[in-house]
DNA sequence: CCTGTGACTTGCATTTTGAAAGTCATTGTA
DNA sequence: TACAATGACTTTCAAAATGCAAGTCACAGG
């Protein structure tokens, strides 16, 4: 293997994760959205093209997965692989310490659909 | 309470380690790495303005504490406090995870000192 | 006086981010 | 038949963050 700048784990996955929004778009996925637009309603308003990029480089990395729900025209939704369904356990040690020294935030609830 | 961009927990922890560097910075201080220059030495090679400045953003956030170690010429190592080290388990679940989808990372061995 | 050490700071070019507006195919509405 | 709406993006361009190299500053030891 060769790495970019270390064979740490953490590296590695900051590498893919880093940032102030990719972890959102996941975290998004996790409560159930699927959908360009439900991605960019969410309430920290990502901008349109990072979100594109965001979803590139995760579907690149093999986190998600796009798909085509319908045709005339051909839209699409993203959907969590396994790979990025195993992030849960992350999400949730961010969520235990973000709620304990953050007061007053709160867990997102899922959304529905259809 | 304001929020700057929602009142999401992973969203607030983002606000302060959402980057490519911050949790790296705190990866070598759970190693017991303390000191300026034994982070600029870590494999992934933080440039210094970073350092320093991830290092100024760290401790007024209450992650870490700046401590003078001799005087005559003054110098400072760097110290979790225990906000800082109830990252722990956020770390543990991006090493789980990392090792098992980065083929080939191994986690760093603690540092001794003196 | 001269060199070294440790913890930074500065300057500047490159890269990434963010806000707003635009594109494109197709469907529903007047 | 035109026109607005929908959904998933792309483009433009200014502003902010990053990265590299070099410089600073206080003192210690030779």
């Known amino acids: 293997m060769k790495f970019k700048r270390s064979f740490c784990p953490i590296t590695n996955v900051l590498d893919t994760l880093g940032d102030k929004w990719t972890l959102l778009v996941i975290r998004d996925l996790v409560l ?13 308003r990502i901008a349109s093209n990072i979100l594109a990029d965001r979803l590139k480089k995760l579907e690149t990395a093999g986190l998600i997965a796009r798909q085509a729900y319908q045709r005339n025209p051909v839209r699409y939704e993203y959907l969590l692989t396994e790979k990025g369904e195993g992030l849960k356990p992350v999400l949730e040690a961010i969520i235990v310490w973000g709620k304990k020294h953050y007061p007053g935030t709160k867990r997102f609830p899922r959304v529905e659909h259809r």
């Open 32 to 44: 159930g959205k699927r959908r360009y637009q439900e991605f960019t309603s969410s309430p920290e």
